[in-house]
């Protein structure tokens, strides 16, 4: 597919905050060989649509759903859970609350996840070394993800029983607070998580843990330790 096309077709997507089912309720899905799909509602008609593809939509069909799959723009009498059920994945395709346009989905399969550095800031220096002794920068860890659909960062924060969901914050950018507590001296402890999908093939995370409770001891303000890692794609 030439490029020019396919941004046009990525033009045609719901932007954030629009997608909505038009009049003939069209659905978009986005498939990968033996990784399945990923769908959005259009805000665009058949008509539009129908200026991307060479071939007509099909008659007869009241919902023909747009496919552009491995990079090739098509239309498909099916639904669009029997398209994902063909593309390698369960046969489900509930629609995306974000287009694809914003940020290409990470792929199925083998990431390395290596921490690239670590900060503090605001702590005392008796507690600095107990903060930053278990980050070695450098560090790499490998597993097998397979992202959920509709898509979420979830299988990131899946060993840790205490994190909350996703918040997608737009732009391919997600958070999730995994600890968030409070003592009744106004102190706190919290660990959040930010992600920002860079590529299908690149995450960048960021770690923050931040706490004042060493302040209502009298020991200094707010000490922050934030921890950077790359998510790579290994295959």
Known sequence: MRPFLFLIALALMPQPGQAQVNDDGLIIATCRSGEGCHCYLSNQTRGALA????????????????????????????????????????????PEIF???????????????????????????????????????????SRNIRWPRPFSPAPLTADNPLAQDWVNRGGGRWSSRVIDERGE???????????????????????????????????????????????????
């Open 185 to 235: 001296g106004g102190g706190f402890g919290r660990v959040t998580f930010h992600v920002s999908i860079l590529s299908d093939r690149e995450i960048a995370q960021t770690s923050v843990f931040s706490t004042n409770a060493l302040a209502v001891l009298g020991a200094g303000g707010t000490c922050t330790s934030t921890t950077h890692a790359t998510l790579r794609f290994g295959g």
């Open 99 to 141: 287009d694809p346009s914003e940020a290409r989905l990470p792929r199925n399969g083998l990431w390395h996840l290596t921490i690239t550095g670590h900060e503090l800031d605001g702590c005392p220096p008796q507690v600095a070394a107990a903060m930053g002794g278990g980050v070695v920068i450098g560090q790499t860890v």
């Open 51 to 94: 200026t991307v593809v060479a071939t007509d939509p099909p008659e007869g069909v009241a919902h023909p759903v747009f496919v552009v799959a491995d990079g090739v723009m098509s239309w498909s009498t099916g639904s669009a859970h029997d398209l994902d059920m063909i593309y390698g994945g369960e046969g489900i395709c509930d």
